[in-house]
């Protein structure tokens, strides 16, 4: 990997101790993944909500408990990567407020806190200690962890967008991507999640959300496969990764293929043929080939030698 | 101070929201801040020093770097009684020893933990005036070196009943081992006949100190000692003897002008590496110009300003090529670029004109076209400028195969003539070792300083080694009961010196097993009337492993496996080694922090010596511990504090003789190491050394002045500082006016009668002592100067006693002109020359290189270095060369060794090629570094809990096979991790994140056969091969040797290349020129050969 | 007082001595380093040439990955230095995707992030680095930034080509170099070929064990 230099430079390393490999692995990408579909759930709710509140009936409990527990998900393997998992509590106490490692942790904690309440009383029901009408609390505070999952959705990128060494995470890219895929893998696990419940013209409505989110994020991948090079160096080079015989490209189009091209296509002709299982088949693919999107692009700075 | 540390603490806690952090903080930081301020630790220090002042050596407080990962003193503050969770404080104590990893000697200084009596570190000496307080990567590692989770902790013997070689081993007692070895040796001696005092051979490796090895067969009255020194630089020596009779250069790096490398320095390893290298740097700095030849780009001659790749062993072409345009042409000013002034008073040419005879010779051989017109300066500068004249740009461009490099000798000539006379060298190994006539390299190098007046040893310029150097570490007398040295030894041992080498620079070690095993050879001279031994009655060797780094590996397993040539033998090692295996004890003695040596470092223009300690052992004894058994206090210390039962030579050798060797006295050996202040009992460390050290006036003066109420205070001086030097600035020695009074004449510290000093025609004085003829001065102006070492007291730009002794050709520097004196030449044609390299897949190989970070054999035993090199030894090839081959990265190849003498194949090894920029296109190179083998991983002994591991983070694991004519070794497994260390457990926890195997390399200096050069004797490394891709079975690390033919090679390079001593010849070498290291008195040197 | 580095590439010749001082000085484990020597061969036969550049944390004024450290193990201390702590630390890796040189790595015996602290504890005894003490030639500079009277400081005023590894991340680093090349400094101007090379493997080690 030559670039900037001339030709005739001819530079080879010659001797070098090891370096590290990929430090951020799949457990990272599960987390992403598992935060993506349980923040994204949550915004699915509320933008139902929003459109036709009384086909929440039945799905409240339902889709807030997948989203917790995609949650917990997302918090197990956050905490699992930690090379020292038993000191967890320090972020607790002895935070460092400009990291958005930190900032995330709480948040998340709060957000899945506040899950977890909701929950509470909705099972609860009657018995509630804080309220007589659980619906009410929670459509209520629906509103305030919707809020809340924004930050939370986004803190991934931030904390991508601190690490400074990985030129090809840049914060508005991936602030988008994160809501992107919050919206991608929430309104394809609502749209599995709420089968015969939702009407067909919500169904349509997160159909229309699948593919805008899958064209989208698409759009920014390809926008960065094509023009990424041109702005940077260090990006050029890692985009070799998922370019030509780049180690990763084959998996990278896999991604995007299962996460966008496909459900894009699906989306189209399930609006018109009408046919659910497109449909569902559409949510099935976006959600596993998000994993596969995530994983790429989170393994591939880390292939570059920094120094 | 308190209150700022605490608004600090106030500024830090701001930031931290959580109550529990603060409530908890304010209370514990009271503690830090306190405790912090009453430390003398402050993370703002006002000054910052390289070391602690020497005052503080014995207390030095230290916070300690694994510790401070805790987050330091701002977190913890400093551990107290009241700050029990403070980062850790060291009490150290540092006890200043020196480097063994290589023959720099540069200074140490071990930082002993007093609480837990360990080393937790080694680094500089700052009172080392040539180091400096600095030291290269192997200087470092020491610690590693010393906590080797496979040292060898106690004296091994040869199970009874088991053959050598087959790794059964018994743990033994030192008192056993010298029991058993010191009856052996009295019983050889005891006999007292010739063949007796030939029967002992003690093998040194790379000594690293200055005399006291060569006292153990001297005071044996043995001619026993054997040196390494014929595969090391006896090359480059032999040119230095022929000029100045000298054992090395010595140059004055750091004011020079042109930094003028063929063996490597600033980069790479070199003699007195990081010394030099500092220095080199110095200069650098001042905008001196760095020159390298070398075919391969070592380090050095990648930064440097200028890389000429030669065709290996051509470069005395190019030397000559530099004569011939300075002989001739002018600067700027029309003036001549010959130093007249320099030339005219310090060299032989004097002494050449005035042998007619001689420039018969040289007319008959074609050099001149006839005799000169006269006998003056003028005539003699005619003359060489016609004998230089053939040396042209284009003959030197066809020789060196430099094609398309006109431009790099150009520059050359640019930095050559614009740095004047202070052009700095260091004429070592690389061509004059590799080569056939090597030696002839170092001649010629040294004629294009002379020219140009660099050889005066002038500031900047180039001087010899001896001038700078103080060897007293043999010269301990006066601490034993003789009192005095022992007297010259009266035999001639042909198996360190044969009689086809009489010129031979050092001991012909590298066929030492040939001759033991050449029944022939013994025979022919046994007829002829030599009483040449036939066995070694004990045969030891110290710091050296002949098996692995000499050529002929499998040749050196099977003479050592011969208990009928070898009937004892024992090897000084600290650590495993290839050659212990086949020895009948080893004997772990200690490491550069270990043992006790006197060191001296020729690497600046001064004198200075450095001594090596056991610091453990002074660390106790200056915190008021005492030996039971002070001859035995530093194996008592090292056996109290942890180390294991690890000796050391200066205590176990004295202690063998007075016990062992001649109990009773009756051998008249035992005087020379029994104590005089307790004849009952052998010579201790501070009574010999303080005895021999004292020998330097100055040293003496400062010591005792300082150390006045110390019974030893030349001792206690060195013991605190480890370096003294004696003299700075020592320049043009030569011209050094000798003390003349009424009646003498003082030389070399002695003083002659005038009336017996004799003047010759040329100015030179002589006096006759000891029944020989020395020079001891010379007249110049009126003046008595010391002039240089030879015998006409100049540099011998004609070495007039070589040409006596029958290689008549070669008395001047020389080189065939053209293709018809190849063959007429062939004593100094390379065997690797270009011309005998036919098909695209015949090579050179450079087999002579160092790697900054690996030394030899001893770098196997540090984690750090094994981590760095990975023992990786590729064979390096240039791209094109590769890629006509179809050869790419990481290829296995066989490489094929061939003779160029005998026409003999020797078989070849497997190695992994890589294609490489930094070698020239034909030659090919493979470091000696790695490569190393064991044929098993651990060997358990009876009785002892642990197995002992063998080499066990740098050498793989091999199956041999040897008959005597055909040997082989296959890689059987790599380095593993390990999480099998029983010793030194703690430092060595990381051992299970080793992460390489070693697998890319072979031993191949079994495959080279032995090259005796036919004047130098040392073995001329360089191969010729024949490379091809590997066949199917074929795993790098394979080697495959035909030692027979090998031992043919030998005899083809003695037998149709040497001029060897017949029945003219009334001496077995001239008396002149040193013949290392015991001194034989003339009846050993008196020889009769039969017709 | 904000303490800083200099390497004079012109001087450094790779020996790799600092490397093994730092090693032993601060208990770096096998497989990882807090300072490296890297060497790359640079140009085509026979102009070929060999550059060293040795490589350890430069204690940036606006360091990323004290920044991203959740816990404040990386922190700031009074002399400028970035520090760190191995009982804060939560081995999280952060720091290692933050930091744009590679200097930290995760220690094997501990499981937690470490680097080159300029040898803080040294400092804090008034001693130099041991990575400065060890270098042969001096090519190690180390003082005050603060202090124009220091070494550091009159050496980056006496020679012009004063550069730094990747100014363009913004990190202000206190290390510089003298001398460099691209091929010295940026990691992208050499090809890095896995595998055996001239003089060892060059290869990625999973690092920190666990994954
Ligand atoms: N790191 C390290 N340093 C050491 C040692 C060590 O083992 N390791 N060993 C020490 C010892 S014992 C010694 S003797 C010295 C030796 O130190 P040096 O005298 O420097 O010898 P080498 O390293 O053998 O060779 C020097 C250079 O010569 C080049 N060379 C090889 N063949 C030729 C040739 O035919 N012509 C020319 N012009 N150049 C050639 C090699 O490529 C190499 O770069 O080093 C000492 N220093
Ligand atoms: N192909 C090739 N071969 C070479 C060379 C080359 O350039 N190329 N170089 C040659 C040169 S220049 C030399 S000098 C020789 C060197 O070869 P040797 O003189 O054999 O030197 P080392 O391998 O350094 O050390 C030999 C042994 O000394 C022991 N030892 C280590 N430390 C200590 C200690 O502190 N005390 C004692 N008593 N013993 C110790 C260990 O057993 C070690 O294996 O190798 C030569 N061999
Ligand atoms: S140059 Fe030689 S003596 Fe000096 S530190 Fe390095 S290995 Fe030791
Ligand atoms: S170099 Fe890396 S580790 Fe060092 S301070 Fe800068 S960001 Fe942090
Ligand atoms: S690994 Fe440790 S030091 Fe690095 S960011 Fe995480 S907590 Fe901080
Ligand atoms: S300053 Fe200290 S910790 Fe940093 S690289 Fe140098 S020796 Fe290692
Ligand atoms: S010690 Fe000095 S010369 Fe050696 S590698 Fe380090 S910086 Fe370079
Ligand atoms: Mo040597």
Redesign the pocket.
């Known amino acids: 990997m030559v670039h900037e230099t001339l030709a005739a430079t001819n530079a080879v390393v010659t001797l070098d101790v090891a370096i590290p490999d990929i430090f951020w692995g799949w457990y990272v990408t599960m987390n992403m993944w598992a935060k993506s579909i349980g923040t994204g759930l949550v915004f699915m709710l509320f933008l139902l909500l929003k459109k036709n509140s009384s086909e929440m009936n039945g799905l409240r409990t339902p889709v807030m408990i997948t989203s917790f527990i995609f949650m917990n998900i997302f918090l197990i393997f956050t905490w699992l990567d930690l090379h020292q998992m038993w000191r967890m509590w320090h972020i607790f106490f002895y935070p460092h407020w400009t990291s958005a490692i930190t900032v995330g942790a709480w948040m998340a904690t709060l957000f899945v806190g506040l899950e977890f309440v909701m929950i509470a009383v909705m099972i609860r029901k009657e018995k509630c200690l804080l309220t007589k009408q659980p619906t009410a609390f929670f459509d209520k505070t629906l509103f305030w962890v919707t809020l809340l999952a924004i930050p939370v959705t986004l803190y991934t990128a931030g904390i991508m967008a601190e690490a400074t060494a990985r030129e090809l995470w840049q914060m508005p890219t991936e602030s988008a991507q994160m809501i992107l895929a919050a919206t991608l893998s929430g309104s394809a696990a609502m749209i599995l999640l709420g089968g015969s419940k939702l009407s067909d013209e919500t169904k349509s409505f997160f159909g229309s959300v699948l593919g805008l989110s899958a064209l989208m994020a698409f759009i920014i991948y390809m926008s960065e496969y094509i023009f990424g090079a041109m702005k940077a160096e260090e990006v050029a080079a890692i985009l070799h990764y998922v370019k030509g015989d780049g180690e990763y490209a084959t998996m990278f189009w896999i991604g995007q293929w299962v996460a966008y091209i496909l459900p894009m296509l699906l989306v189209a002709l399930y609006r018109v043929s009408g046919s659910n299982s497109i449909l569902s088949l559409a949510a099935i693919l976006a959600i596993a080939g998000l994993w596969v999107v995530k994983h790429v692009w989170l393994v591939i700075p880390q292939l570059l030698p920094l120094s | 101070m308190y209150l700022q540390s605490r608004r600090t603490f106030l500024k830090g806690a701001a930031f931290s929201v959580a109550g529990v952090a603060i409530a908890k903080g304010v209370f514990a930081t009271d503690a830090v801040a306190e405790s912090i301020e009453n430390s003398k630790f402050t993370n703002t220090p006002d000054t910052i020093s390289f070391y602690p002042n020497q005052s503080e050596w014995d207390n030095f407080q230290e916070l300690d770097g694994d510790d401070w990962k805790r987050g330091g003193i701002e977190r913890h503050g400093v551990a107290s009684a009241e700050n029990e969770d403070g980062i850790q404080v060291n009490n150290f104590m540092l006890v200043p020893t020196v480097c063994s990893?290589?023959?720099?000697g540069c200074g140490l200084t071990a930082w002993v933990n007093k609480d837990t009596m360990t080393v937790r570190k080694y680094m500089g000496n700052p009172l080392h005036t040539g180091s400096r307080g600095r030291n290269?990567?192997?200087g470092y590692a020491v610690t590693s070196q010393m906590y080797d989770p496979d040292r060898i902790p106690f004296p091994l013997k040869r199970a009874p009943g088991s053959k050598r070689g087959e790794g059964k081993w018994i743990r033994t007692t030192w008192d056993e081992a010298m029991s058993t070895i010191g009856k052996k040796m009295h019983d050889t001696l005891k006999v007292g006949d010739e063949i007796s005092k030939k029967s002992i051979m003690y093998h040194v490796g790379?000594p690293n100190e200055n005399g006291f090895g060569h006292r153990v067969p001297h005071s044996l009255g043995i001619d026993g000692y054997n040196s390494?020194t014929n595969i090391?630089?006896a090359g480059?020596r032999q040119g230095t003897i022929q000029w100045a009779n000298d054992d090395r250069n010595s140059p004055d790096w750091a004011n020079a002008e042109l930094i003028f490398?063929?063996?490597?320095?600033a980069a790479?390893?070199?003699?007195?590496?990081q010394q030099s290298a500092g220095l080199i740097a110095d200069a650098r700095k001042r905008g001196a110009k760095m020159v390298?030849?070398?075919?391969?780009?070592?380090?050095?001659?990648g930064m440097a300003d200028l890389w000429?790749p030669?065709?290996?062993?051509?470069?005395t072409a190019l030397y000559l090529y530099l004569a011939n345009r300075v002989l001739h042409e002018k600067d700027k000013n029309g003036d001549d670029l010959v130093a007249h002034d320099f030339v005219k008073e310090w060299v032989n040419w004097d002494r050449l004109l005035a042998n007619k005879e001689y420039l018969q010779k040289m007319v008959g051989y074609g050099y001149i076209s006839k005799m000169p017109a006269g006998d003056t300066y003028e005539d003699f500068i005619e003359l060489v400028k016609e004998l230089y004249a053939p040396y042209t740009k284009e003959m030197v461009i066809r020789e060196c195969k430099l094609e398309g490099m006109e431009h790099k000798l150009d520059a050359l000539w640019e930095m050559y003539i614009d740095a004047g006379d202070k052009i700095a060298t260091?004429?070592?190994?690389?061509?004059?070792?590799?080569?056939r006539g090597?030696w002839m390299?170092a001649r010629s190098a040294f004629l294009s300083l002379v020219v140009r007046g660099a050889l005066r040893g002038d500031i900047g310029g180039t001087s010899f080694h001896h001038w700078h150097e103080i060897s007293v570490a043999g010269k301990g007398d006066k601490a034993t009961v003789a009192g005095e040295r022992p007297a010259k030894v009266d035999v001639w041992n042909e198996l360190a010196w044969p009689p086809e080498y009489p010129l031979s620079s050092y001991e012909m070690s590298h066929i030492l097993p040939h001759l033991l095993m050449d029944e022939e050879w013994q025979e022919k001279w046994t007829k002829k009337g030599l009483k040449v031994p036939k066995k070694l009655s004990v045969w030891f060797p110290r710091m050296y492993n002949p098996v692995w780094i000499n050529p002929d590996g499998f040749r050196w397993i099977e003479a050592l496996k011969r208990e009928d040539k070898i009937e004892l033998s024992f090897n000084l090692s600290p650590t495993w080694s290839e050659t212990n295996w086949y020895c009948d004890y080893i004997l772990p003695v200690g490491l550069a922090g270990e043992r006790n040596d006197q060191q001296s470092t020729p690497s600046k223009p001064e004198q200075r010596i450095e001594f090596r300690q056991a610091v453990l052992r002074v660390a106790a004894e200056k915190m008021g511990w005492k030996a039971k058994d002070p001859t035995r206090a530093t194996l008592e210390a090292h056996m109290k504090y942890g180390l294991g039962e690890i000796w050391e030579e200066s205590e176990f050798f004295p202690n063998l003789m007075v016990h062992h060797v001649d109990p009773d006295g009756s051998l008249g050996i035992r005087k020379y190491w029994a104590s005089k202040k307790d004849p009952s009992r052998a010579v201790t460390v501070p009574e010999y050394f303080d005895a021999a050290m004292s020998l330097l006036p100055r040293l003496k003066e400062t010591a005792d002045k300082m150390y006045k109420d110390e019974e030893f205070p030349v001792y206690s001086y060195m013991r605190d500082h480890g370096a003294w030097t004696e003299k700075t600035n020592v320049y043009k020695p030569q011209e050094e006016e000798l003390k003349v009074d009424s009646e003498y004449v003082y030389a070399h510290g002695k003083k002659y009668a005038k009336h017996h000093v004799k003047k010759d025609q040329f100015g030179a004085l002589w006096v006759e002592h000891d029944g020989r003829k020395h020079s001891i001065g010379i007249i110049s102006d009126d003046k008595v100067l010391a002039g240089f070492h030879t015998l006409s007291k100049k540099l011998e730009f004609f070495s007039e006693w070589f040409a006596e002794w029958k290689w008549p050709e070669y008395a001047i520097p020389i080189y065939p002109r053209n293709e018809s004196e190849y063959k007429k030449m062939e004593h100094i044609v390379?065997q690797?020359h270009h011309s005998f390299m036919k098909a695209p897949n015949e090579f050179?190989l450079?087999?002579?290189?160092?790697?900054?970070?690996?030394?030899?054999t001893?770098?196997v035993n540090s984690k750090h270095l094994m981590e760095i090199s990975q023992n990786h030894n590729p064979v390096w090839i240039y791209t094109k060369d590769a890629e006509k081959l179809g050869i790419k990265r990481g290829d296995a190849i066989r490489v094929k060794v061939t003779d160029t003498v005998s026409g003999l194949d020797s078989g070849y090894f497997v190695g992994m090629a890589v294609p490489t920029e930094a070698?020239r296109p034909g030659v090919l190179?493979c470091s000696h570094?790695a490569g190393r083998w064991k044929l098993k991983d651990s060997v358990s002994v009876p009785g002892f809990e642990h197995k002992l591991g063998i080499m066990g983070v740098g050498a793989p694991r091999y199956d041999m096979t040897n008959d005597g004519k055909v040997g082989t070794l296959k890689p059987v497994e790599g380095i593993k991790p390990r999480h099998d260390v029983w010793q030194f457990k703690e430092y060595n926890k990381d051992l299970d994140n080793i992460w390489w195997d070693g697998l890319s390399g072979a031993w191949q200096n079994a495959v080279a056969p032995s090259h005796p050069d036919p004047i130098a004797g040392n073995h001329a490394?360089?191969l010729k091969v024949i490379i091809e891709k590997a066949k199917a079975d074929d795993v790098i690390g394979d080697i495959y040797v035909d030692y027979e033919n090998n031992f043919k090679v030998y005899q083809a390079w003695r037998d149709e290349l040497t001029r060897p001593l017949d029945h003219t010849d009334k001496l077995r070498r001239p008396q002149h020129i040193k013949r290392p290291a015991v001194p034989l008195s003339n009846k050993a040197y008196a020889v009769e050969i039969k017709a | 007082m904000q303490l800083g580095f200099l390497v004079d590439l012109h001087l450094c010749m790779g020996?790799k001595g600092c490397e093994i001082a730092c090693k032993v000085e601060n208990e770096v484990p096998l497989s990882t380093w807090r300072l490296r020597v890297k060497y790359v061969d640079v140009g085509t036969y026979p102009e070929t040439k060999r550059t060293f550049t040795p490589l350890r944390c430069n204690h940036c004024e606006n360091a990323p990955c004290e920044r991203i450290c959740p816990v404040s193990a990386l922190h700031y201390i009074d002399n400028g230095i970035v520090n760190i702590d191995k009982e804060r630390c939560i081995g999280c890796a952060g720091c290692v995707m933050a930091c744009p040189y590679g200097a930290i790595y995760i220690d094997p015996e501990t499981q937690t992030a470490d680097k080159c602290t300029y040898c803080a504890h040294r400092i804090a005894s008034s001693m130099m680095p041991a990575c400065v003490v060890a270098c042969p030639v001096e090519a190690n500079i180390f003082g005050d930034l603060e202090d124009p009277t220091s070494n550091i400081s009159t050496y980056i005023q006496q020679h012009t080509d004063v550069q730094v590894r990747k100014p363009e991340k913004g990190t202000n680093p206190h290390h510089y170099y003298v001398g460099a090349s691209q091929a010295h400094l940026n990691p992208l101007a050499s090809r890095r070929e896995e595998g055996y090379n001239l003089f060892n493997k060059i290869t990625t080690l999973p690092l920190g064990g666990h994954h």
């Open positions: 990893n290589c023959e720099a290269c990567a192997k790379r390494h090391c630089s480059a490398l063929q063996s490597s320095h790479d390893a070199g003699h007195y590496f390298v030849l070398d075919p391969r780009m070592s380090n050095s001659a000429i030669c065709w290996p062993g051509t470069e260091y004429i070592w190994r690389a061509g004059p070792i590799a080569h090597g390299i390379t690797v050179a450079n087999t002579v290189f160092r790697l900054p970070y690996n030394i030899h001893r770098s070698t190179a570094h490394w360089h | 020996c």
